[in-house]
């Protein structure tokens, strides 16, 4: 009897066509660039592992995607750890696979029309470094990192390459979500990395901090290195398989704020942590102005402490962060880990069912939506590439004026763009107003470009001490000596807003003092410039002289949005004007001829590890919202209810009333005017 397992491995074709139920009449699965939901399951193997695939079964795959219907699957195939999920010819295979669980998750899949992508470990690879420790990036001391290939080697020829290959031919895979890549890379002083910077630069001794010189072209030079080597198994993947669509996780996100030249396929991050819908806010609305497929993988779980296991989050929690990435016009993933043998509890499916529904329900009206310029946030790559001692992000409290600054603005229910650096001369002018957060260096490049256009008649929102510095000429004021770390508290409407910090002493010149500081919580006395306004050219421009989104992104006060709105309201008017509590999050967005108002509502979002998961988000409303228009809708409907929502239109304003938000509703404005 012939092995049709041997045969079909030998003669290259995909294993799952070796089974019934799979027929050259299989539906077609969606491409990444169409596709907005999906789960996303991974394991990283390892050699205690003794029960690897022994309870996934054809019932449960196909349970799973008839409850669930994911446009795609991402499934374990190589973990940090370096070991294989599935029997390999050519790199290391966890040593106790029960099944092949790619097998059976593609064989489904494929009869569903469901694309199936594998989750691989690509930088970090812990065990081809035990292996071959030559493969190692090596740190300044001389030490050999752990985990961390050097991208200066030959592991993505020798290792990762032809394991990929493998993969996607005997499966028959859609693509791979590439892991522990940006994120893990670090930098490498190994002999063939020194050699290369010396051969480019002429520099003999490598730069170890930023204090020594030639530490900004060692950085550039490194990250140089990570482009080129993600360059290269892109291309040499799609060479082979030109259908094989690639992501590296967090490429072209926050992580790696660059113009998006390498030829992957899509783009996508998993957040996670507390606060995460802080963290989604930010990365949706980065990805949104990128230009290129992405979507966001929210965790379906989370460790309070590294002592604690897994605590899994209620379907209302996972709604209320999915919304977040839907008023930006993404996709939205979920990640879960099965149990080590593979088995996807009932659970667990019942709670990814019912946010696929409630994403289902909203896809027409939030996927591949455009912005409606409103408020524009710079994100600034110069700052972190000169003032954070790494490659590439997670940055962690670098990020915090940009995190800030846009909770305190959502938090305001203004409708924002975070816009990259390396975009913002090709869209500042269609922006109303510009905020630039406390970034301590944006740049002489970037300066000129938001001189330029307040000259030209824009409006714009500096914060910092730094900031006030880079621009001073163009505020109208004097800066007398330099800026220290002062307390200060700010007025609120019932309260003081603390924000002790850096901050700079102003003496107004031609500039307008919008609001003063105090050192203590007396605002009868001692106060200082907290805030200017100044005409410049055709526009204005505005500054808080402290570190405004940091501060924000440490204490969320009341009194410091409340602060801050008052600054806002005396440069910008809203398009959209909510009346509601600050947690409702409004995203003005457009598809086709249709204008719509996405609003959020994220009341009792996770924050404190020691309240890790939610079961009850409480509605809020009745709503009093009106919209800038140019004439009368024809029509105002509450969505995805199809609810007509009853207004009227005066002097440029549709104003009507949402009686009720629960999580995520869309007023659609059908067209926008008659």
Not at 649 to 668: E, F
């Amino acid at each position: 009897m012939i092995n049709r397992r041997a045969f079909f491995l030998a003669a290259g074709a995909p294993l799952f066509a070796t089974r019934a139920g799979v027929s050259q009449t299989a539906p077609t699965r969606l491409a990444r660039k169409d596709s907005f939901l999906g789960m996303h399951f991974d394991l990283h193997p390892n050699p205690h592992d003794m029960a690897l695939g022994r309870d996934v079964t054809d019932e449960m795959v196909e349970h799973f995607l008839n409850e669930v219907k994911p446009d795609y699957v991402q499934y374990d195939c190589k973990g940090h750890v370096g070991y294989l999920g599935y029997p390999s010819q050519v790199g290391t295979s966890a040593p106790h696979i029960v099944k092949d669980s790619l097998e059976i998750w593609r064989r489904v899949t494929a009869r569903h029309g469901v694309a199936l992508y594998i989750h691989f470990s690509g930088v970090w690879d812990s065990r081809a470094i035990a292996e071959h420790p030559e493969w190692a990036s090596v740190h300044a001391d001389g030490a050999r990192d752990p985990n961390a290939t050097s991208t200066f080697g030959p592991y993505v020829d020798r290792l990762m390459i032809p394991e990929l290959e493998e993969a996607a031919r005997k499966y028959d895979l859609d693509g791979v979500w590439v892991d522990g890549e940006c994120w893990a890379v670090s930098l490498d002083y190994g002999e063939a990395a020194a050699r290369a910077f010396r051969e480019a630069t002429g520099v003999r001794d490598l730069p170890k901090s930023e204090k020594d010189a030639g530490w900004q072209d060692f950085l550039e030079f490194q990250r140089a290195r990570f482009r080129g080597y993600v360059r290269h198994y892109v291309e040499t993947l799609h060479r082979t398989r030109p259908k094989f669509q690639i992501a590296s996780n967090w490429l072209y996100t926050t992580f790696v704020p660059e113009r998006p030249d390498l030829p992957v396929d899509y783009l996508s991050g998993d957040y996670l942590g507390n606060a995460s819908i802080s963290t989604a806010r930010l990365e949706g609305r980065y990805l949104a102005s990128v230009g290129k497929p992405w979507d966001l993988m929210a965790w379906g779980f989370q460790n309070a402490t590294p002592k604690t296991g897994p605590s899994h989050k209620p379907a209302v929690q996972l709604q209320q962060e999915a919304a977040v990435i839907l008023a930006q016009g993404g996709g939205f993933q979920i990640y879960y880990q099965p149990t080590r043998s593979g088995k996807l509890d009932e659970r667990h499916i019942q709670v990814m069912a019912k946010v696929a529904r409630f994403c289902r329900d909203r896809q027409a009206l939030s996927h591949r939506t455009r912005s409606v310029p409103q408020i524009g946030l710079l994100f600034s790559t110069t700052s972190l590439y000169t003032t954070v001692p790494k490659m590439f992000g997670a940055w962690g409290a670098a990020v915090d004026p940009a995190r800030g600054f846009l909770d305190v603005l959502v938090d305001n229910q203004y409708s924002v763009d975070v816009i990259p650096e390396w975009r913002l001369g090709e869209v500042i002018a269609s922006y109303p107003l510009l905020v630039v957060p406390d970034w301590p260096n944006i740049g002489a490049n970037v300066k000129q470009v938001v001189a330029d256009y307040v000259r030209a008649g824009g409006k714009a929102l500096l914060a910092g001490a730094r900031n006030a510095a880079l621009f001073a000429n163009e505020l109208g004021v004097r800066l007398p000596g330099s800026p220290g770390e002062q307390d200060a508290f700010l007025v609120g409407d019932e309260t003081f807003g603390e924000a002790r910090g850096l901050w700079q002493a102003v003496e107004p010149a031609s500039a307008q003092v919008l609001a003063e500081r105090y050192p203590t919580y007396d605002a009868t006395r001692d106060g200082a410039c907290a805030a200017t306004l100044h005409r410049y050219g055709s526009g204005e421009i505005a500054a808080i002289y402290g570190p405004m989104g940091t501060i924000f992104a440490a204490t969320h006060a009341a009194a410091t949005r409340q602060f801050v709105r008052r600054i806002v309201e005396r440069l910008f008017v809203p398009a959209v004007r909510v009346e509601g509590p600050p947690t409702v999050e409004v995203a003005l967005r457009r598809k086709d001829a249709d204008l719509l108002v996405h609003l959020v509502n994220c009341t009792a979002m996770q924050v404190a590890a020691d309240y890790i998961a939610g079961d009850y988000i409480p509605p809020v409303g009745p709503l009093a919202l009106s919209v800038a228009l140019p004439g009368a809708p024809a029509r105002v409907t509450l969505e995805p209810e199809q609810l007509p929502l009853a207004g009227s239109y005066a002097n440029g304003q549709w104003s009507g009333t949402v009686p009720r938000l629960n999580i995520h509703s869309i007023v659609r404005i059908s067209p926008a005017f008659r």
